[in-house]
Structure formats: structure tokens, C-alpha cells
């Protein structure tokens, strides 16, 4: 299939280009003052589009933040009607704001979305402006490459303005911050994962995960800082077969200062033991396999099997505010080919792309991705995957939804299609019979990501 064609918005890239396969140099700090002028705080052009189709960033939805034991995801914009739908019938118009991926399930499955007003919803709390500020000039990529990870960041995205003039450089940064995007500093939210198998839903797990972001932390400090960004628990509580089975997940910002590290607790062993085969391309079991465990939001965990590249920053048509999803029923989202097109929300946005080729030597089934990221939040909201062979095989989808009380837009799910067969995954959090009722609460003792703790109390 031809490779698509993209506006470059970079600097000079020939001498980046002999670079490729080498460290990343590191850049001299960017003017701090574009944060404040032409650049949101958390590194996104402020200014709207040409049109007015993408409005400019005028500080999101912010509101006062809610009581710990209360829900804080609302609904938004429920009264607008969609501004056009887009099918395989008129796609051609708007193939130029579409992904390869959405292009190929419209082909192939029957796929539509349905476009609505933009809003740029995306915000934070001043702490975490404050030190994306500071990152400018502490944050370091690692020195035997960026894809390891990286130095001196706290509290924000490490790079809000990347290095466009070496699109290997800024490639990697941007990974990063995808990888470190504000979610919320500690919360409990309801999870499922489900497949979807020659049209029949299943549910594969359902309970519930816990989260907190010590990389966030609003009293610690880059000095203070211990190099994990983010902690996972996952609690199993259905189906029966998987009940009481957990996950403990350690993520790190330099891998080679320290490793990502999974603990799990399988239902009748009655102990916790490390898992360090749970990454990378292991295909993912919640998923049936439709997945691997690095698909999850786009891209997960490490990113260094890959060299990663800046293509450049387009307008794209993607899922948005879709606060619709966490309230909606299962088997009212989950239709047989895709999600439900009249729950999930498309708009207007402007993405950064980046293209992920292996790095030599090392080995992974897709062989080559591309991202695209929202520049207001740095998150990835679709992916495509390709195999060694550059076939299209795998499209990921990422569903977001606004929280103005914590504020910020942040993840509430994405789907896997297997483009092959036609099945696909869903993952995050939509009711289900198997939640406990709390869609997300905050606040979550740092003891539920412990692992002798978590051995402490589990019970079978």
C-alpha cells in the first residue's frame, strides 16, 4: 500500500536523516516564553486553524474539583448534533484528515464517524504547567539513546517543544510525552476488556484498576523524583475463571536506570511472582490475542525497540470528548464491527505524527507504527501497525473524555481491530455487570502498589 504523504512542518532533516540509527543529540533549550505567547502551557500551537474549524485554546474546561468518593465524569455537549458523517461513500473527501486505518475498516467493515463541533477541551493543574515550564531546561534525553528513556523531567510533559530540527530527536521526545501525558495524579476507575468475535461480544475481563502517577506527585520534586512515572494494580472480579487474579505494574521513565517491572497474582497460586515476559509484543490474554500488550492507548510501556520519527503535524479527524462512552452500556457500544458510531464523538483536531521503524537488531510482530497525537494533550489517539512485510494488519483506536474538576481530557478506552479477520477489542471503562458501581474515584493509598502488600491481601 502506498505510504501517505505528509505536510512537513520541520526544519532542515537531511542531516537527520544520517542520523538515524544514532544517539540523539542533545538540543539547546527552547524560548520558555512561547508557553505563554504563541504555545499553549503544555506545548500546543494556541492559535485556532485557517478556517476556524479548530478553534484557538482559550485555557479548556476547568471547573472546581469534587468531593474523592464522588464520580467526576459528567457529560458534555450532549445536545450538539454531528456537522457531517463520514462512510466509505464520501471518505475520499476527507481522506486527506483520515488515518489509514479508519480508511481501511470504512472499506472493509461498514465503518462511519460522525463529526462534530471541535472544542479544545484539554487542561491541567498549574503545578503541572508550572513544571513543564522547568522541563525546558531540565529535561535530558538518556544518552545512549532516547528510546530508553530519559533525565532530569518532572511533573509535565519532559519536551513541550520539540526538537523539529532533527526529526529522530523530536520523534522519541514525543513518544515520551505521550508516554508521561498528565492522567490524573491518583484515581480508581472501572475496567473491561471485551472481544468482539465474528460479531459476538465476550466479555474477557472485568473489575477494576487503580492508578497513581508518582511522577505527578504535587508535593514531590524533580530532585526527589525515583524514575517510576506510573503505577498499575488491576483487580479481576470477573469471569469466574480469572476472579481475584492481579497485576502490579512499575513504569519507567530510563529504563536503563531501572526496568519496567510487573508483579501478578494468578487465580489458585496464592503467591506474587514477577512477570517480565508481560511486555513488549506479548499478546495480550484480556484481548484473546487480538492485541499485544504494547498496543494498549496506541503505544505502551517501552519504546525502546523502535527509533522513532517525526513526520510532521497535520489536521485529522479523531475520537474526541467522548464522555459518552464511560456511560454507556456494553452491549450498547460493542456492535458487532466496531463501536456504536452514535455514541463515540470525531472532531477536528491537530495531530503530530510519528512513525516508529524497529531499531536494529531488535524484534517486535509489528514491524512499524504509526501515531498520531493530539497536540493539546500529547496523547495518542490512533495507530496503525504494520508487519514485517508492510501490511496494514492492526488499527488502534483511543477513545478520551473531559474531566473538568481534575481538570484535563484524558484516556477512557481504545479499540484493536484485527484488520485481517475483522475482529476486534475493546478495552477501558463502559458499564458492565462486572464493575462495582464507582466509575472513578480518586485518592488511592500508595499501599495498593506495593507487592508484598498486594501478596498480604489477596484471597482465594
Known amino acids: 500500500m502506498k505510504r501517505r504523504e505528509f505536510n512537513l512542518l520541520l ?26 505567547t504563541t504555545l499553549t502551557p503544555i506545548g500546543a500551537e494556541r492559535a485556532g486553524n485557517a478556517d476556524g ?8 474546561l476547568v471547573s472546581p474539583p469534587l468531593p474523592v468518593d464522588q464520580s467526576i465524569v459528567v457529560p458534555m455537549f450532549a445536545d450538539e448534533q454531528p456537522l457531517y458523517t463520514i462512510d466509505a461513500g464520501n471518505m475520499a473527501q476527507y481522506a486527506g484528515m483520515l488515518s489509514e ?6 472499506q472493509k467493515s461498514g465503518f462511519k464517524v460522525k463529526v462534530y463541533q471541535t472544542h479544545r477541551t484539554a487542561s491541567a493543574p498549574q503545578y503541572v ?8 531546561t531540565r529535561s535530558q534525553l538518556e544518552p545512549s539513546g532516547g528510546r530508553f528513556g530519559f533525565t532530569g523531567g518532572y511533573g509535565g510533559v519532559p519536551f513541550p517543544i520539540p526538537d523539529t530540527a532533527d526529526a529522530n530527536t523530536a ?20 475496567s473491561t476488556a471485551w472481544v468482539v468475535v465474528r460479531g459476538k461480544p ?17 508535593d514531590g520534586t524533580a530532585e526527589n523524583y525515583q524514575g517510576y512515572y506510573g503505577y498499575v494494580h488491576q483487580v479481576a472480579t470477573s469471569p469466574a475463571g480469572i476472579a481475584g487474579q492481579e497485576f502490579l505494574i512499575w513504569h519507567t521513565s530510563n529504563s536503563l536506570e531501572k526496568p519496567d517491572i510487573v508483579w501478578e497474582l494468578l487465580t489458585g497460586q496464592g503467591r506474587v511472582r514477577k512477570a517480565p515476559n508481560e511486555a513488549f509484543d506479548t499478546p495480550n490474554s484480556q484481548s484473546n490475542g487480538i492485541n499485544n500488550l504494547d498496543d494498549a492507548t496506541g503505544f505502551y510501556g517501552s519504546p525502546q525497540k523502535y527509533d522513532w520519527k517525526l513526520i510532521g503535524k497535520k489536521e485529522m479527524l479523531v475520537p474526541y470528548n467522548c464522555n459518552g462512552v464511560a456511560e454507556s452500556e456494553a452491549l450498547d457500544f460493542l456492535q458487532p464491527a466496531f463501536p456504536n458510531p452514535e455514541i463515540v464523538r470525531w472532531e477536528k483536531h491537530r495531530m503530530w505524527v510519528v512513525e516508529a521503524t524497529l531499531h536494529p537488531g531488535q524484534f517486535n510482530t509489528t514491524a512499524r507504527r504509526v501515531c498520531y497525537m493530539d497536540e493539546d494533550t500529547w496523547q495518542i489517539l490512533q495507530s496503525d501497525c504494520y508487519d514485517a512485510q508492510n501490511q496494514l494488519v492492526k488499527t488502534l483506536v483511543v477513545h478520551n473524555r473531559v474531566v473538568p474538576s481534575l ?7 481504545f479499540g484493536c481491530w484485527n484488520l485481517l479477520s475483522g475482529d476486534y477489542s475493546w478495552v477501558g471503562g463502559i458499564k458492565a455487570p462486572s464493575n462495582d458501581g464507582k466509575e472513578w474515584e480518586l485518592s488511592q493509598p500508595a499501599s495498593f502498589f506495593n507487592a508484598e502488600q498486594m501478596a498480604a491481601q489477596a484471597s482465594f
Open 53 to 60: 474549524s479548530i478553534p484557538a485554546w482559550t485555557g479548556g
Open 101 to 106: 486505518g479508519t480508511q481501511t475498516l470504512m
Open 171 to 190: 520523534g522519541v521526545q514525543i513518544i515520551w510525552n505521550h508516554l508521561v501525558a498528565w492522567p490524573g495524579y491518583s484515581y480508581k476507575s472501572d
Open 11 to 36: 526544519g532542515t532533516t537531511a542531516a537527520a536523516a544520517s542520523l538515524a540509527r544514532a544517539a540523539p543529540a542533545q538540543p539547546a533549550a527552547p524560548d520558555a516564553t512561547l508557553l505563554t
Open 129 to 136: 504547567y508550572d513544571n513543564i515550564a522547568k522541563n525546558l
Open 202 to 218: 465476550n466479555l474477557a475481563f472485568g473489575g477494576y484498576q487503580r492508578f497513581l502517577a508518582p511522577y505527578y506527585d504535587p
Open 407 to 413: 481538570p484535563g481530557t484524558v484516556f477512557v478506552g
